[in-house]
């Protein structure tokens, strides 16, 4: 069973740093994608960044292009999110998520409990 634990939200002021961390466990798939999403008070779930297994192929959402850095640690099965030059449209439950097709047309989405992160002076 695939599990995922996220760590590193918290309050920080505009402009500051933060690096959420999404350690895995259970994974057992040869391909799959893991990626950060963040959902907002009153909003829809939003994706924020991605990586495939094999850590050549990644991509953000134009609204954080430029600040945040998605990452892999194969050797701690651990993805991270850098976030710099915070904004407070940044604020938000950060999920992580890991998506598998291990057979065409089937698709397996876990997640994690998400962790907070606020912007604000």
């Known amino acids: 069973q695939v599990q995922l634990v996220e760590s590193g939200g918290g309050l920080v002021q505009p402009g500051g740093s933060l690096r959420l961390s999404c350690a895995a466990s259970g994974i057992t798939y040869r391909f799959y994608v893991t990626s950060w999403y963040r959902q907002a008070a009153g909003k829809a779930r939003e994706l924020v960044a991605s990586?495939?297994?094999?850590?050549?192929?990644?991509k953000y959402d134009d609204s954080v292009k430029g600040r945040f850095t998605i990452s892999a640690d194969n050797a701690k099965d651990t993805v991270y999110l850098q976030m710099m030059s915070l904004k407070p449209e940044d604020t938000g439950v950060y999920l992580c998520?890991?998506?598998?097709?291990?057979?065409?047309?089937?698709?397996?989405?876990?997640w994690g409990q998400g962790t907070q992160v606020t912007v604000s002076s």
């Open positions: 990586i495939n297994s094999g850590g050549d192929s990644i």
């Open positions: 998520n890991v998506r598998a097709s291990p057979i065409w047309g089937q698709i397996n989405d876990y």
